[in-house]
């Protein structure tokens, strides 16, 4: 069995801030993990994906995620946040072999001028 | 190159009418899901396609709700005797196999009201 918790539901930042998106996971598996982003009345886009390769992923739009197994978290993070970011997040479990992926609730992210 | 499409992309239905979804994944990807966004419930699965086969239909709410598809492309889901809580919006996806750390891309949905 695999789950995801997303641990804000809403995150509002300043554009230029940094931003933090946090996400823990319980999987059975060595796990794929994934974050999608999710703009209003489109479709769901990968951000970036973790597969056993290096913990720190980079993915699109400047965006990264560091695979913690000890904390068994995968937060999303970004240095500066650009108004075009305003979304919403999804984190995303996947098991190994075979797996359907496993959505988190998701968090809104809020970007003010 | 071509992304996956749905169609209708907007579905108005009366309850009890049956409604049928399109999908029209990436040209060659074997593995195909159908999932459904709903407000205060997320992402559920429904059904994953691997070719025309349905391994798993483990998340399919209730036998109202059936899938198809054909030719390793094209994937219907058809939803009989819709109930008002049906409403939502209809997601495919398909990846290039039915790996769990494959990509899968999605469509832009199906948004699906049932009055």
């Known amino acids: 069995a695999q789950s995801v918790t997303q641990l804000d539901s809403h995150v509002s930042v300043s554009e230029g801030t940094p931003v933090l998106l946090r996400c823990n996971y319980s999987?059975?598996?060595?796990?794929?993990l994934f974050w999608y982003v999710q703009h209003p009345n489109k479709g769901l886009q990968l951000l970036l994906k973790y597969t056993s390769a290096a913990t720190l992923v980079k993915g699109i739009n400047g965006f990264e995620a560091e695979f913690k197994k000890s904390e068994t978290s995968f937060h999303l993070t970004k240095p500066s946040a650009h108004m075009s970011d305003a979304a919403e997040y999804f984190c995303v479990v996947s098991g190994s072999g075979y797996s359907t992926l496993t959505f988190g609730k998701g968090t809104m992210l809020l970007v003010s001028p | 190159g071509a992304g996956v499409s749905q169609s209708p992309s907007n579905k108005v239905t009366e309850k009890g009418k049956d409604v049928e979804l399109r999908c029209d994944p990436i040209?060659?990807?074997?593995?195909l899901y159908w999932y459904r966004q709903s407000l205060g419930q997320g992402l559920e699965f429904l059904i994953y396609f691997q070719g025309n086969s349905a391994p798993d239909k483990s998340g399919l709410p209730s036998d109202r709700f059936s899938a198809e598809r054909t030719g390793g492309s094209v994937s219907t889901l058809t939803i009989q005797r819709t109930q008002q809580e049906d409403s939502a919006v209809y997601l495919c996806a398909s990846s290039l196999v039915g790996s769990g750390s494959n990509e899968q891309f999605f469509g832009p949905g199906t948004r699906l009201t049932v009055l």
């Open positions: 999987s059975s598996y060595s796990p794929s």
């Open positions: 040209s060659g990807h074997t593995a």
